[in-house]
């Protein structure tokens, strides 16, 4: 692995948003895959990519949608990380002794820098396939990892709704990356935070099919990135499946 590069410098992301069907992780990860292939010919040194997408919101048991961090799938993502040289974050439910822990694994170079385990989940009583209190186990740290391009954090979906989460690691974080798992297009979370706090950061929600309890709807997801005054760098309509590349600049907080 490459030493870290000096800051400030220019980073190039792939943010993509995905278009799944909830409850269908095989096909889902194989269209996510295709189209990290697609971004790596345009040499981004991050890729991002949502939440959970695989299995979604699919019921109100997700154990046999989950899975371990050495599973087939996973192993596919890490390998691409390292024929694109470039630092690569998913979200997955993992199984565990614990329970079903929401998790987003973050790959560089083919190697893996760690995960964070959502630890703001979201409560949803009146739509108990959609409330994460219930459904999983929740994660213990805002987690700051240490990559090549600076120090990051992953803030996953609802945590950036959540203005504690952004004040713990914002001092300490040279960027942000949130993946997210929500109906509607989440930008304006990252625009806010990101002007809040001085942090450059980047987005990806899934599109395509949403289980809603007793019928399909569409997501209007988007993907997306901006600077840290919050204005936007590159971003995508709601609901279109796209790969959004942009430049974020860092510099050593």
Known sequence: MRETMPLPIEVKVAAISVATVDGLPKANYLRAARLVEIALADSPDIVLLPEAFAAGYCGCDLAPFAETKTS????????????????????????????????????????????????????????????????????????????????????????????????????????????????GDPSHHNIEKSRKYGIPSAWADRTGTVWAGDRYMPNPGTAGMVDAHGRIVACSNPGVETIVVGTMSLERR
């Open 72 to 183: 087939p799938a996973l192993r596919r993502f890490r390998d691409l990380s390292k024929a694109g040289d470039c630092l690569l974050v998913l979200g997955f439910l993992e199984r565990s002794k614990r329970g079903i822990r929401n998790a987003a694994v973050m790959y560089d170079q083919g190697a893996e820098v760690g995960v964070h385990y959502k630890r703001t989940l979201w409560p949803d009583a009146k739509r108990d396939y959609r409330d994460e209190l219930t459904l999983m186990v929740p994660g213990t740290e805002m987690e700051i990892f240490g990559t090549r391009f600076g120090k990051c954090s992953i803030i996953t979906c609802y945590e950036n709704m959540v203005d504690e989460n952004w004040a713990e690691v914002g001092p300490q974080v040279d960027f942000v990356l949130s993946p997210y798992n929500c109906q």
